[in-house]
C-alpha cells in the first residue's frame, strides 16, 4: 500500500534552534532513562507548570488561538485536541519553543476512530469483518494518517461492550461480545502504536471509556450502570485489561457512574484497579468536562471540590474545562491536595510525552516544514485502496430469497432511497478530518461498477424522517441532513415510478449517522415512518427488492425482513463504500461478514444477546412451555443472531472432532471440524469456536466465543480447521472473586454463526 512507501520519510527530523538548549537531547526511549529523565525534569519545575501539565484542551470559541497562546507562555497547557493540520500544529508547538520557560512539549489528540483522512467503516463494520488482519490494517493506515498530520495520540479503540442497540454510541465499538472486543481491541492498539508511539508514523492510543460505559441504563447516553462485581470483571473489563496489555499509553475515563460512583471520581477504578492490580502506568484523561460533572453527579460539592476529588481519585488530565487551572494552585497550597499527589499527575504526563519522542524531538510526528501537503484535503493522501477493501469485508448479507443477489450487469436498475445518494452519511460518526465531498456514495458506486452495461434508474423516495423534531435535533451542530420539500407521496410516486421501469429495485434505507451517535440514544429502533411507508410502495410493484441498510446499530427489522428479497447490512461504510457495496451487490465480491450484535426483533426484547445466562426454565422453541423463560406476545429470540451471515454460497460444517475426551491445566485439547464450499462460487467464511461450563459454582453463559477462523474455499473445496483449547479459555471470576477455572465438563460449538452450531464436548481434570 501506499504509506508504506513513506515510511522512512523524515526518519530523523533536525531540532529547531530553540532546542539547543534546554531538556532536549538523544533520551533512550527505555522506562529506566524516562524516570530518571522526568523525576529530574520535576525538580525544576513549579507548582504552576505542573498544574499546566494536566490541562488539555480544545483549540475553539473557549480557547481562541490568542488565549492559547498566553496560557502556553504561562505554561498552562499540557496538551490540545481538536487541531489537526500541521501548519496549526506546527504553530503552537513553536509558540511553546518559544515562549515558555522550560520547553515542555505538547502533544496533540484527535478522534481517530475508524480513520483519518481515509474514512473506513464504523467499529461495527470492523467487528463484523471478523478478521484481525484487516482490523489492522485500518489501524496502521490510520495511524500513518494521523501522525502525517502532526497528532501524537488518538481517543480509540472503544472497547465498550454493549448489549443494548438504544445505545448511539454502539456504532464505535465492537458489538456485543467480550472476546471478540478483547482482540478487536487490541489488533487496533498494536497497529496504532506499532513498535513504539515515538516512531514517525505511529500514535499512541487511549483505551476508552473506562469501565463499563457500553452497560449504561436503558442505553440512555451518560447514565448509570449498576452490576455484580463478577458480571464487571467477567463481561465488561477484558477488552480496557486487553488494550493496556497491548501497551495503550492512556486510558480515557468513562461519563457514566459505576455502582453509584462516578467514573471520574472512583479511586477504586483508577488507582485500585487499573494502577495497583493491572500495573498501568500510563495517563487517565477525564472526558470531556466530566471534572465539572462530578457537581450533578452527587460526588463533588463545588468546583473546588470537583478537582480535589477528580485528582485525588486518579484523574490525570482533565479535558476541556478550566477547573484545574482555576482551584488546583489554591488546592495544593492548602495541603488538600498534596504536592506528592501533583507530582505523580504530572509525571504520568511527562511520562508518555517522553514515550511519544518528544523530548527528543518535539516536532517528531510534523517532518520539516517544507514537507508540509500544499493542500491538505489532497487526493493524493488518501488510501482508496484499502478503503475499498477492508469495506467489503464488513458488509454483511442478511437475506437472499432466491438468489435476488448478485444482480446482473444488464437491464435497467432502481436505486432509490433517502441515504442512496448521501455522502455525509456513508462516512458515518466521528469520521476524523474524512472530507464529505472525497466519499463514495451507493449511487455513484453502482454507477462507477455498472459501468454503461446498466440502465439506472434514481430517485430519492423519502426524507430519512419526516419527524421534524428530529431534524432539528440531527441539525444542531451541523446541517447534516438536507429534507426534501416535497411532499412524502410525491416521492413515493417517483421511487413507485422508476421501479416499475426496472428489472429490480435497490432501496438503501436506515438511519442519518447522526441518529447512531454520541447523545443519539434511541426508543425506538424500527425504520422512521416515511421509510417505511417508501418500502411498502416498492414492495407492492412486484419487481425484486433489494434492501441496503445504511445504519450504526442493530435496528429492528422484523416487517423489512417479510418484505425485502434480499437485505445487505453495510453499516456505514466510509471513503471508499459506494465502491464497496456495489463490489457486492453485482457479484464482484462475494460477502463474507457476520453479525457483531444480535438484531432483536423488537424493542421490547432488548437485551438481547447470545451469550447470556440459562434459567432454571429455559425456554425450548421445540417444546414451548408456558412456564419457562420467554415472551408470549412474540418469538422469541433474535432476528438475526450474533454471528451469523450469509454468502453467495453454500458451506457445511462436520461434526466436531476432540483430540482427547479430558484436558489437563498445563495441556491443550484441539477442537477440529471439516468445511466444505458446497454450492457453486468462491467464498469465504468465518468459523465460529463457542464453550460453555456445563456445572459451576456459579451460572455460566449458554455460550462464550473463544476462537474464530476465516477461510475462503473454491467451489467443492474443503478444509479443515482446528481450534487449540486451553486452560486460559475456560477461566472466570468466581463467587469469592478467585479468576480461575474450575474442573469439570464442557461443552464445545463449532458453526457459521452462534446459533446454528455442531457440538461435542471434553473435561477439564
Known sequence: MKWLCYAGIAASLALQPALAEGVFGNHPLTPEARDAFVSELLTKMTVDEKIGQLRLISVGPDNPKEAIREMIKKGQVGAIFNTVTRPDIRAMQDQVMALSRLKIPLFFAFDVIHGQRTVFPISLGLASSFNLDTVKTVGRVSAYEAADDGLNMTWAPMVDVSRDPRWGRVSEGFGEDTWLTSVMGRAIVEAMQGKSPADRYSVMTSVKHFAAYGAVEGGKEYNTVDMSPQRLFNDYMPPYKAGLEAGSGAVMVGLNSLNGTPASSDAWLLKTVLRDKWGFTGITVSDHGAIKELIKHGTASDPKDAVRVAVKSGINMSMSDEYYSKYLPELVKNGDVTLAELDDAARHVLNVKYDMGLFNDPYRHLGPKESDPQDTNAESRLHREAARKVARESLVLLKNRQQTLPLKKSGTLAVVGPLADSQRDMMGSWSGAGTISQTVTVLQGIRNVAGDKVNILYAKGAN???????????????????????????????????????????????????????????????????????????????????????????????????????????????????????????????????????????????????????????????????????????????????????????????????????????????????????????????????????????????????????????????????????????????QQMIYDAEPGKFNVFIGLDSARVKQSEFELK
Open 464 to 734: 430519512v424522517t419526516n419527524h421534524q423534531g428530529i431534524v432539528d435535533f440531527l441539525n444542531q451542530y451541523e446541517k447534516a441532513v438536507v429534507q426534501d420539500p416535497r411532499p412524502a407521496q410525491e416521492m413515493i410516486d417517483e421511487a413507485v415510478a422508476a421501479a416499475k421501469q426496472a428489472d429490480a429495485v435497490v432501496a438503501v434505507v436506515g438511519e442519518a449517522q447522526g441518529m447512531a451517535h454520541e447523545a443519539s440514544s434511541r426508543t425506538d429502533i424500527t425504520l422512521p415512518q416515511s421509510q417505511r411507508d417508501l418500502i411498502a410502495a416498492l414492495k407492492a410493484t412486484g419487481k425484486p427488492l433489494v434492501l441496503v441498510l445504511m445504519n450504526g446499530r442493530p435496528l429492528a427489522l422484523v416487517k423489512e425482513d417479510q418484505q425485502a428479497d434480499a437485505i445487505l447490512e453495510t453499516w456505514f461504510a466510509g471513503t471508499e463504500g459506494g465502491n464497496a457495496i456495489a463490489d457486492v451487490l453485482f457479484g464482484d465480491v462475494n460477502p463474507s461478514g457476520k453479525l457483531p450484535m444480535s438484531f432483536p426483533r423488537s424493542v421490547g426484547q432488548i437485551p438481547v444477546y447470545y451469550s447470556h445466562l440459562n434459567t432454571g426454565r429455559p425456554y425450548n422453541p421445540q417444546r414451548p412451555n408456558k412456564y419457562t423463560s420467554r415472551y408470549f406476545d412474540e418469538a422469541n429470540g433474535p432476528l438475526y443472531p450474533f454471528g451469523y451471515g450469509l454468502s453467495y454460497t453454500t458451506f457445511s460444517v462436520s461434526d466436531v472432532n476432540m483430540s482427547a475426551p479430558t484436558l489437563t491445566r498445563g495441556g491443550i485439547v484441539n477442537a477440529s471440524v471439516s468445511v466444505s464450499n458446497t454450492g457453486k462460487r468462491e467464498g469465504a467464511t468465518v468459523v465460529q469456536l463457542y464453550l460453555q461450563d456445563i456445572t459451576a459454582s456459579m451460572s455460566r453463559p449458554v455460550k462464550m466465543l473463544k476462537a474464530f477462523k476465516k477461510v475462503n474455499l473454491k467451489p467443492g473445496e474443503r478444509a479443515t480447521v482446528t481450534f487449540p483449547i486451553d486452560v486460559n479459555a475456560l477461566k472466570f471470576w468466581n
